[in-house]
Nanobody
Framework: QVQLVESGGGLMQPGGSLRLSCAAS????????MGWYRQAPGQQRELVAV???????NYADSVKGRFTLSRDNPKNTVYLQMGSLKPEDTAVYYC??????????WGQGTQVTVSS
C-alpha cells in the first residue's frame, strides 16, 4: 500500500518561495503519475501540477511561470518549488500519486499560507 508524506509547507510573505516535498513509500515500483493539488476553504480541490512517468508536466494556468514540479524517480519523490507566492496560493496542498494498476493515493495535506 502506498503512503505519501508531504513536507515543506508553512507561512510565507507574498513574493517569497517555498518548496514542497512528497515522498512515496510502500512500493518498489515506479509510480505512474505524481503531483500536487490544493484546496482552499470552501473551494473545490484543484490541480496544481502533475508529472507523468514519461516526464510530461502539466501545470494549472494560475501557477505557470511561478511553480516548478520536479521528480526523483528512483525515490518516488516529487517536489514543488513555489516562487513569487501570492495570497491566492494559500491552501492545503495535497500530494497525489497513481499506480500503473490504477490505484489513487493522497497525502494528508500540508498548509501553505501566504500573507503579509
Amino acid at each position: 500500500q502506498v503512503q505519501l508524506v508531504e513536507s515543506g509547507g508553512g507561512l510565507m510573505q507574498p513574493g517569497g518561495s517555498l518548496r514542497l516535498s512528497c515522498a512515496a513509500s510502500g512500493t518498489r515500483f515506479r509510480l505512474s503519475h505524481m503531483g500536487w493539488y490544493r484546496q482552499a476553504p470552501g473551494q473545490q480541490r484543484e490541480l496544481v501540477a502533475v508529472v507523468t512517468s514519461g516526464g510530461t508536466i502539466n501545470y494549472a494556468d494560475s501557477v505557470k511561470g511561478r511553480f516548478t514540479l520536479s521528480r526523483d524517480n528512483p525515490k518516488n519523490t516529487v517536489y514543488l518549488q513555489m516562487g513569487s507566492l501570492k495570497p491566492e496560493d494559500t491552501a492545503v496542498y495535497y500530494c497525489n500519486a497513481k499506480t500503473w494498476a490504477g490505484q489513487n493515493f493522497w497525502g494528508q495535506g500540508t498548509q501553505v499560507t501566504v500573507s503579509s
